[in-house]
């Protein structure tokens, strides 16, 4: 069978030349009406691309949004011959409610580890074939270990990226509220005194109790991990504390609010704030963000590759996942999204700004700060959930 | 032989909206409903008992029995989802007010104007509803901030010397759904205003009405089921708005939408996000029926 995926690309890459000899203004009159023909050329290619599909490899692949280099996936498909469908989500959630529901029809997804514990639980997944894996040897030992919480002995899933829970913050106002230089700390948006001063400029926390609740259990000394009612109670007073210097709990917003300046501060996600800090530079409205990993330590969060139960390819999905720990190719793929990975042997293909910047890569001194925390049970969740509320709304 | 055919395609008229129902609306409710009787589990699905068909009937039965009201209970134990349904209903029932208040200026403006241009109006009025939903959502943000469209405009001209800060706070909820559900708010107002018959207004002012007193005596009682139409409308789905408090609201607004999001994201409690479905379903139900029963008695001692 021929490879129609190439010959779909090539029928684009031809509706594209047209496209471009159609913008100049000479060509005009005739121009709209080549334009068809082609664009009807390749949709007929595209046509006969999915009757052949039946034959053809294929992955269907299930991962965040804007988180993957897309020629990645097109070398992949020219290494393999196995075509990706890549389909994305924006959370956690979304993921799994497909995933619990069953029948998803996805090869590969990627939940964070947290999430992938009680997915596990549930039977939603698979255990991967380690001899269709050999790439594994790449993996980093480091990362390994701490995934090995959420997944003992790393049985179902691989990691494909990590980073951390910390500040995002307008450099220039955090300079003239706190008068120094210095990267903040957990102090800003635990300590009241200090939160108060940052109430008009602006403070976003992500909207989630497991997000926000062991990093406010760190700042206290307490175990970060901790399930027990009364560390959540003490952890929750504190945060009724600066409760009324807090602007909005939301999970994405902080990104453009940062980026455009609404905001001073936001407790979130390290690459999400890194796409701030890139989204504020290109915007050059005077708006300079950066990302802290507060002193007191950070939750660190893992996205891992992993396989469903129900999986229609399986094979193919293996030699997925067996791809990404390429190391030449998840450099690549960290290069462009700016997170960290899990794999050892990639490290020598990253950029310089990737793996010296101590924001993505924390220095050996800082990884001991981090943190991991593990899932609660339903009924501690309900309490958990129970308490934010409080928290968030006063009732 | 005619006769027979038209009364047959009466009845297969007739069954296009029944079967909508049914399968668009009775079925998925069976379904959160059966779901809401249901105990939640770590599994897939997250809830439990699950039925197997090729148990039988009498299989199905004896898991039946598992069902329990326990979810209903439940609700009622906290006083979170008393206080989230009260201010979902006072949200939209503000808004909805609000709506009216600014919907009826325009349709009546509308039905008034010349007949030629009507369709044009009208075509404005649907506008909007070219671009997403979301993004204009989302533009309601870039106004509202405190540096936004607004607060600038009103510093320019003099009128505040300090921003007002309008978003994340029920204010801007107010304006995001008037602006959102306004068309649905003017249409069908404006249709029940363009049938009546001017005459009507001449006789009543012939009678001794001035013009105000025609319009609340005849104008607007005619309007009425334009303006019930109108009302649900947009008080309906405004109950269980998400996007917009979400939004454009702030943290500490507690609404149904978001109580739902957190049992079924965040406890994955299926069952229990069903129950809290199913409520909101028959609080909105209820009011709904007995109105049209009044209404339907009123109409039928009129005629």
């Known amino acids: ?395 | 032989m005619a006769k027979l055919a038209s009364a047959l395609v009466n009845r297969l008229v007739i069954i296009v909206p029944y079967a909508w129902l049914l399968f668009f609306f009775l079925i998925p409710f069976f379904i959160v409903f059966r779901i809401s009787l249901s105990q939640t589990t770590v599994a897939m699905p997250p809830y439990t008992p699950v039925f197997d068909l090729a148990g039988g009937l009498a299989g199905i039965l004896e898991k039946a029995r598992e069902f329990s009201v326990d979810n209903y209970v439940w609700l009622t134990e906290d006083a979170l989802y008393f206080n989230a349904y009260v201010s979902s209903l006072i949200i939209a029932a503000i808004s909805t007010f609000l709506t009216l208040l600014i919907g009826y200026p325009i349709a009546y403006g509308m039905a008034k104007a010349p007949r030629a241009i009507r369709p044009t109006l009208l075509m404005l009025v649907i506008l909007p509803f070219w671009t997403s939903f979301l993004i204009r959502v989302y533009a309601w943000i870039a106004i509202l901030k405190p540096e936004g469209l607004l607060n600038q405009f009103l510093m320019t001209i003099g009128i505040i010397d300090q921003p007002l800060i309008i978003l994340n706070t029920n204010s801007a909820i107010y304006i995001g759904i008037v602006y959102s559900y306004l068309p649905f708010m003017v249409l069908p107002i404006y249709s029940a205003l363009e049938k009546m018959d001017h005459s009507l207004i001449e006789a009543a002012q012939d009678l001794g009405c001035t013009q105000v007193s025609a319009f609340w005596r005849v104008t607007f009682p005619l309007s009425l089921p334009g303006v019930v139409a109108g009302c649900l409308l947009v008080f309906i789905p405004a109950v269980g708005e998400f996007v917009i408090p979400d939004l454009l609201g702030g943290s500490e607004t507690l609404m149904i939408g978001k109580t739902l999001w957190n049992e079924f994201n965040a406890n994955r409690d299926w069952p229990v996000s069903s129950a809290v479905a199913t409520v909101l379903l028959l609080i909105l139900v209820i009011p709904i029926v007995y109105f049209q029963n009044v209404q339907a008695k009123a109409d039928g001692e009129r005629g």
């Open chain 1, 1 to 395: 069978m021929p490879n129609f995926g190439i010959a779909t690309n090539n029928g684009q890459g031809a509706t594209a030349q047209k496209w471009a000899t159609c913008l100049e203004p000479i060509n005009e009159g005739s121009c709209m009406s080549k334009l068809v023909v082609a664009t009807l050329a390749a949709a007929m290619l595209a046509g006969s691309a999915t009757l052949t599909w039946a034959q053809e490899r294929v992955v269907n692949v299930y991962n965040w949004s804007d988180y993957i280099d897309d020629s990645i996936l097109e070398d992949f498909t020219k290494e393999t011959g196995i075509k990706v469908v890549y389909d994305v989500f924006d959370s956690n959630e979304i993921l799994e409610t497909k995933l619990l529901a069953g029948g998803s029809g996805y090869d590969v997804v990627v939940p964070s580890a947290y999430f992938l514990q009680r997915q596990i639980a549930a039977g939603v997944f698979q255990k991967l074939d380690k001899s269709k894996l050999p790439n594994l040897s790449n993996m980093w030992n480091v990362i390994m270990e701490r995934t090995a919480q959420y997944d003992p002995g790393n049985e179902y899933a691989v990691d494909y990226m990590w980073g951390t829970t910390g500040i995002g913050y307008n450099v220039d106002k955090m300079k003239e509220i706190l008068g120094t230089d210095e990267k903040p700390n957990w102090d800003v948006v635990f300590n009241p005194e200090i939160a108060a001063k940052f109430k008009d400029c602006g403070i976003h926390l992500l909207d989630a109790p497991t997000d926000i609740m062991p990093s406010a259990l760190a700042y206290l000394g307490l175990n970060p991990d901790s399930h027990e009612a009364a560390d959540l109670e003490k952890a929750t007073d504190l945060l009724l504390k600066v409760r009324p210097y807090i602007r909005k709990f939301h999970s994405s917003e902080y990104i453009n609010a940062l980026a455009n300046g609404d905001i001073c501060l936001a407790v979130g996600f390290s690459g999400d704030i890194f796409q701030a800090r890139d989204r504020a530079a290109e915007a050059k409205a005077g708006v300079t963000v950066d990302y802290s990993i507060p002193a007191q330590g950070a939750q660190m969060w893992f996205d891992m590759l992993a396989i469903p139960a129900d999986a229609p390819h399986v094979a193919e999905a293996h030699e997925f996942i067996n791809y990404m720990m390429k190391p030449e190719v998840i450099a690549k793929a960290s290069n462009y999204v700016f997170y960290a990975n899990g794999n050892k042997a990639a490290q020598q293909f990253l950029d310089k700004e990737v793996l010296e910047d101590t924001a993505i890569y924390p220095t050996d001194e800082m990884m001991q700060k981090l943190f991991t925390v593990t899932p609660f049970e339903p009924k501690e969740q309900r309490v958990l959930t129970r308490l934010w509320t409080k928290i968030v709304t006063g009732q």
